[in-house]
């Protein structure tokens, strides 16, 4: 059963900075990849950002040039750099392999206001 451990929420301004955390155990990410999702308050979940098995980054058009995903695979942890945060993007954070074929965790909320 693979865990899924989000943290790094809070609350910023709009224009804001936040950097997002998720930890897996073992060899999640080198085998699946992994990706970053989130869930606005009375919306489907959405994709934001993928690392591949290769290393090729995507990501969704709405973060583009504003978020940057990246892996230190010594402590099996994901990040999401966050920058120019804006009222789209407040929800709920979470982490998984691009399929989202696990467990969800219990992810990490993101609040963006004046």
């Known amino acids: 059963q693979v865990q899924f451990v989000e943290s790094g929420g809070g609350l910023v301004q709009p224009g804001g900075s936040l950097r997002l955390s998720c930890a897996a155990a073992g060899s999640i990410f080198s085998t699946y990849g992994i990706a970053w999702f989130r869930q606005a308050q009375g919306k489907q979940r959405e994709w934001v950002a993928t690392?591949?098995?290769?290393?090729?980054?995507k990501y969704g058009d709405s973060v583009k040039g504003r978020f940057t995903i990246s892996i230190d695979n010594a402590k099996n942890t994901v990040y999401l750099q966050m920058n120019n945060l804006n009222p789209e993007d407040p929800a709920v954070y979470y982490c998984?392999?691009?399929?989202?074929?696990?467990?969800w965790g219990q992810g990490t909320q993101v609040t963006v206001s004046s």
């Open positions: 998984n392999v691009p399929a989202s074929a696990f467990s």
């Open positions: 690392i591949g098995i290769r290393g090729t980054i």
